[in-house]
Structure formats: structure tokens, C-alpha cells
């Protein structure tokens, strides 16, 4: 072979790397999908260890992340159709199940912060973030109130 360019072989090398290039950028782009926060996530309760709800995340128009409660585990022995009596002002008395409690999240290099979270439990709002950890499959959750914090995990449904 001589150590000359041919259109053919710089075209092929061009193809080649193109090709290279669209597949490191939608490989990037799987991994942003699956580490999104958006989805079905299980809660799990820190004292029984039992699962205690499904939180739905989503983002609203403004780019902003909201999570609902979307159905709760309960005890035989709890309330059925539960409500916040709890909470203050406008989810006072109102059903758990469908309640905002992440509210205006954002995004902040990898994680999502700057928003806040209800604990329907004890009515109480703590600011908030999140970010995602194991691959995808795991959110991880802290409540803050000034310096002191509290870590959850929740886990992703498929």
C-alpha cells in the first residue's frame, strides 16, 4: 500500500468515525435517560422497613420535578383512604394519595435540589434534593432542616 490518500479511504475513515461519534453520543444519552429521577419510585419505611408507598416523579412545563404519592401499603390496622391532618394550610385534611410532596426541584449538575419535601406523617416540610445512584435503580433522598439531615433511599419501578 503507498503512503498516499485516496477520496475512498478518507471517506471510509470519515464513516467510520462518524459512526463512532453517533454511538458515543446516544450511549451518553442512554445513561442520562436511566439516570433520570423521572419515573415510579417505592418508598420504604425507616422504622418497619416495610414498603410504605409509590411515589410518581415528574417534570412540569417550567423544568421544575414534582413527586406524588400514587398509592400507599397499609396495615390492616391503619385508616383507609388516609389524610394529612398534619399538614397545614391547603393539604390540611386532605387524601395522602395524590398528594404533591416533592415540590420545584432543579437541576444542579447531577442532582436535583433547591425544591422541597412533605412528610405527610408529621406534616412537616423540609427543604430537599436528590440524586441518582446504582445504575439508575436507586434515588437518593435528603430532607434538611438547617445543618441536620435525614437520607433516604427509594427504589425504581419498573
Known amino acids: 500500500m503507498s503512503g498516499r490518500f485516496t477520496s475512498e479511504g478518507i471517506a471510509m475513515k470519515l464513516s467510520f468515525a462518524r459512526a463512532v461519534a453517533a454511538l458515543v453520543v446516544l450511549g451518553f444519552a442512554g445513561q442520562a435517560a436511566a439516570a433520570s429521577p423521572i419515573g415510579t419510585w417505592k418508598t420504604i ?30 396495615q390492616p390496622s391503619e385508616p383507609k383512604n388516609p389524610v394529612c391532618d398534619k ?13 404533591n410532596i416533592i415540590r420545584g426541584l432543579e437541576l444542579d449538575d447531577d442532582e436535583w435540589g433547591g425544591g422541597t419535601i412533605l412528610d405527610p406523617g ?31 433511599y427509594w427504589y425504581r419501578v419498573k
Open 45 to 74: 419505611d425507616d422504622e418497619t422497613k416495610r414498603t410504605r408507598s409509590l411515589v410518581k416523579i415528574y417534570k412540569k412545563a417550567n423544568g421544575k420535578l414534582f413527586g406524588k404519592i400514587i398509592k400507599l401499603y397499609q
Open 87 to 99: 399538614c397545614k394550610g391547603a393539604n390540611k385534611n386532605k387524601p395522602i394519595v395524590g398528594m
Open 122 to 152: 408529621n406534616g412537616k416540610t423540609y427543604s430537599c434534593k436528590i440524586w441518582i445512584e446504582g445504575g439508575g435503580k436507586k434515588l437518593k433522598l435528603r430532607g434538611y432542616v438547617g445543618f441536620f439531615y435525614r437520607t433516604q
